[in-house]
């Protein structure tokens, strides 16, 4: 705690008694007293008025700047209205481009969802038809391959003068069973094989035939 210094009397010189006018008390006189207090009035009517004058610049200053300060609360006022109407503007739309783009993912999926069933269908048909075009591919080539057998018999009994137009009745696959295979060899060349069997009923009436040609001889 600092301890306050005893306050110094000032020393009265000649030149303090003969400015302030001081007695041999060292008194102020009336007259002096009188003197500074007129000087001290003055200075606080000039001091006064000058307030005063501010005061009145002060004031216009704060209504200007009150004004002022309205006007750009107002222009802020309208600034955040708009703004936030831009806002709200601004969310319909992203809601509105959410909403279409919802309802075209939903239809996306759909149509993805059925254009992945159709094509595990469409697989399914083609693995099917493919079996199918293998088996008839197969089928295909034995015709063929039997064609070839019998066109190349056909030729052979041409080239040995039988004429096969008139024993067309008369074919084995017509009175007698006939089978015919064909087999590719491993070196490309194929094979034909022909079977005749003759059905048990014909059979037995070729044997009748023979044995009645053998009473009549």
Known sequence: MKIAKPIKKTKITKKLIKEYGLCEHHKLSYKKIDSEFTKLFVAHVRLSRDNESKGRILEKIFKENA???????????????????????????????????????????????????????????????????????????EVTRAYNGLHMMGKFAEDQGIDIKKHTQNLPENNMEFEQDHKVLENGK????????????????????????????
């Not at 107002?74 to 955040?80: E, P, Q, V």
């Not at 014909?202 to 001889?217: A, L, V």
């Open 190 to 217: 194929t094979v034909h094989s022909y079977k005749f069997k003759i059905p048990p009923k014909e059979k037995q009436e070729t044997k009748t035939k023979k044995k009645g040609k053998i009473k009549n001889d």
């Open 67 to 141: 004004n002022r300060n309205k006007l750009y609360i107002n222009k802020l006022r309208a600034l955040r209205k708009n703004f936030q109407k831009k806002i709200d503007e601004v969310e319909e739309q992203k809601l509105a481009i959410r909403s279409i783009w919802q309802t075209k993912i939903e239809s996306y999926e759909v149509a993805n969802k059925d254009l992945f069933e159709k094509n595990i269908l469409c697989m399914d048909k083609n693995a099917e038809l493919i079996t199918k075009n293998r088996d008839i591919t197969v089928i295909n080539h």
